[in-house]
């Protein structure tokens, strides 16, 4: 089955992609349009310019640096042409860039969130400050974070969970995407301690019992350790593209901007991180 021509995952007809104009927005930009064009997706890309005391007291630079963003989206607009796909651009000038993405999710019923991965050192300041991990956090539909040289080819999935719902619905959309795309899929459920082995060894039996049920061959494992760095090292070490998790939605914001499992993952994997919503 060729993975490279096949729609992953069904549903995702309006996708929102954001872009920072960094380098780090590259390997963003690049799986979006892939995406778009593999689902027939309507393709939207959103750039948030930062308000700042000065543009507001009149200190010049504000029209440069508004004419910059947006021949920076017209540039994306072209490149996702030239692949066939229609992309429509949006374009924000205020505080909170977060805001402005989430709103325009929800707006415009969009179903993934397509964003950059500021380098190894996790969120922070990604698009502004903590902008990248609330968008996870608020984000009204799944976020896929895309490291600046990530390729997704669906080759290879590992599931985390935790046995909570969200990683439930990592693991539905694990499963879904291997049944398109033939996928290798890995379940890993970590446990920090001996003590806790079962729950672990419970957490990824559920899985292989969902899998085994849609005819997805499936592997599990239980390492003990702290949980993103079994993870990550799983990743790394099977070649893994593509990171579905969960993740605990609004209600736990402050414990994914004060360094999460999730946010941990995403800091340090490779490769690209799907965070799942419930």
């Known amino acids: 089955m060729n993975s490279s021509q096949i729609c992953p995952v069904s549903g995702n007809e309006r996708l929102l992609l954001a872009a920072d104009r960094s380098i780090f927005s590259e390997g ?58 229609n992309c429509e ?9 977060y805001r402005h993405i989430v709103d325009e999710a929800g707006k415009r019923h969009i179903d993934m969130i ?11 300041k990604l698009l502004m400050g903590e902008d990248a991990a609330k968008v996870i956090g608020h984000a009204p539909c799944k976020v896929l974070v895309v490291p600046k040289a990530a390729k997704i080819e669906y080759k290879k999935i590992l599931v985390a969970t935790d046995g909570s719902k969200h990683s439930e619905e990592a693991a539905l959309e694990a499963i879904n995407i291997a049944k398109r795309c033939g996928s290798t899929v890995i379940a890993i459920s970590v446990s920090p301690s001996e003590d806790e082995l079962q729950e672990a060894k419970t957490n990824v039996a559920r899985i292989v019992e969902m899998a085994q049920k849609e005819g997805i061959s499936i592997e599990a494992l239980t390492p003990i350790g702290r949980s993103y760095d079994a993870v990550v090292e799983v990743a790394g070490g099977r070649g893994i593209d593509l990171i579905i998790m969960g993740t605990y939605g609004k209600t736990g914001l402050k414990k994914l901007l004060m360094g999460s499992v999730t946010e941990k993952v995403i800091g340090f994997a490779g490769c690209a991180v799907l965070v799942m919503k419930a």
């Open 114 to 124: 397509i964003i950059g991965r500021h380098g190894r050192k996790g969120l922070a």
């Open 28 to 85: 963003a930009i690049r799986e979006a349009i892939a995406f778009a064009k593999k689902c027939s997706s309507k393709l939207y890309a959103i750039s948030v310019l930062e308000s700042t005391p000065e543009y507001e007291i009149g200190i010049d630079a504000s029209d440069k640096e508004e004419a910059e963003a947006k021949e920076y989206l017209d540039s994306i607009k072209a490149k996702a042409l030239q692949e066939g796909i």
């Open 89 to 97: 651009t949006i374009f924000h000038r205020g505080v909170e860039a």
